[in-house]
């Protein structure tokens, strides 16, 4: 099998990493989570003001997927702050199809997302991983990774849109905010 080519995503692959993204969250078990349309997710990165960068793992045709797919893998990532150590970039996701696992795929395409930050100035790269899928957790961690959530005790969260609506009006949160915020 030929190695895998890392590029940068152009706007004719986002149905193939929409694909891809949607394959993640079948394996996460959370696809009905998944909301983005190929045009979304085409304009999300191509329009006017790009949300995020994307790098794809392109395989010769002759050793395509299964099922035809040129296009095995993905690393989405944006750059962020942190107000401790200055310029950051975040990988959002890293997918290889399974039948391309074990290649080196996964360590490329995060090899040149940690290049992508030292050529922007950053000093950390973060991500998250589900508590449960401990491959990836021991595959971060065996390529040079610290677990914040073992080390430092950080907790991640998020707002959805209908909580991030009613913090910027001003009301509350509903019965789990603490009492003394």
């Not at 971060?140 to 209908?162: I, N, P, S």
Request: one cysteine or more.
């Amino acid at each position: 099998m030929a190695e895998a080519a890392i590029r940068p995503c152009r706007a004719e692959d986002c149905r193939q990493v929409v694909r891809l993204i949607r394959e993640l969250a079948e394996f996460e078990n959370l696809s009905e989570q998944v909301k983005i349309s190929d045009q979304d997710f085409c304009e999300d990165g191509f329009g006017k003001d790009p949300f995020y960068k994307c790098l794809v793992a392109e395989v010769p045709p002759e050793c395509c997927s299964q099922d035809g797919h040129t296009i095995v893998g993905y690393g989405l990532y944006f750059f962020t702050y942190s107000t401790w150590k200055g310029r950051n970039i975040y990988m959002e996701d890293l997918y290889v199809m399974p039948e391309f696992r074990g290649k080196g795929i996964g360590k490329q395409l995060m090899g040149a997302i940690a290049q992508a930050g030292l050529e922007q100035g950053c000093t950390q790269m973060r991500f998250a991983a589900l508590d449960w899928n401990q491959a990836a957790i021991d595959f971060y961690l065996h390529q040079g990774a610290v677990d914040l959530t073992a080390t430092e005790g950080w907790h991640f969260f998020r707002f959805e849109a209908d909580a991030m609506r009613g913090l910027s009006q001003g009301e509350p949160g509903g019965d789990r905010v603490p009492p003394d915020t």
